[in-house]
């Protein structure tokens, strides 16, 4: 049996320049250097990450790019703006992406969406409480949330996974 890694990321901290829209928002110099923060967690507790799905904003984006993770990428339009349950489809969706197994997956995305992903998927029984009480208290830009499932990605469902961990790089 194969245990699945799924680290949900929420974009660094982004800025709000004026005129500019919501999908290109960069992000503030505190975010680039929370994004790069979040890529030295990853890389020092994370297994090697297999591949990404990363929503199109500027934000996400940049924030992928200031990870220094250099596995394939789907940008997914259907990230930006997501329901928890798109976000789940697209978790369900990505062998049919990806050419070679994935054994982690790092989404990146929003709030509120990367918050009810993570606990919609834990399962109470087998998840931290404490990760489990963070979240629900606050999903703070750059937090990553870890999951393990021993299910294939398209069968992951509610309550499918255990939160394992939950880090907001600073």
């Excluded at 629900?136 to 294939?152: E, G, H, Q």
């Amino acid at each position: 049996m194969t245990v699945r890694t799924l680290l949900l990321m929420r974009h660094a901290k982004s800025d709000y320049p004026q005129g500019v829209a919501d999908h290109a928002r960069p992000l503030a110099p505190r975010g680039v250097r929370e994004a790069g923060l979040a890529g030295d967690w990853l890389r020092a507790h994370a297994p090697a990450i297999d591949a990404v799905l990363c929503s199109t904003a500027v934000r996400t984006r940049e924030t992928l790019a200031r990870t220094g993770v250099t596995a394939p990428v789907e940008f997914r339009d259907r990230i930006y703006d997501a329901t928890p349950g798109t976000v789940i489809d697209e978790i369900n969706r990505v062998q049919s992406h990806f050419d070679d197994e994935v054994g982690t997956l790092l989404v990146i995305g929003h709030e509120p969406a990367m918050s009810a992903v993570a606990l919609g998927l834990a399962n109470p029984g087998d998840s931290d409480a404490a990760a489990v009480e963070r979240i629900s208290v606050k999903y703070p830009t750059s937090a990553i949330a870890v999951l393990r499932t021993d299910a294939v990605w398209a069968d992951l469902a509610l309550g499918g996974a255990a939160l394992i961990a939950f880090q907001v790089p600073r």
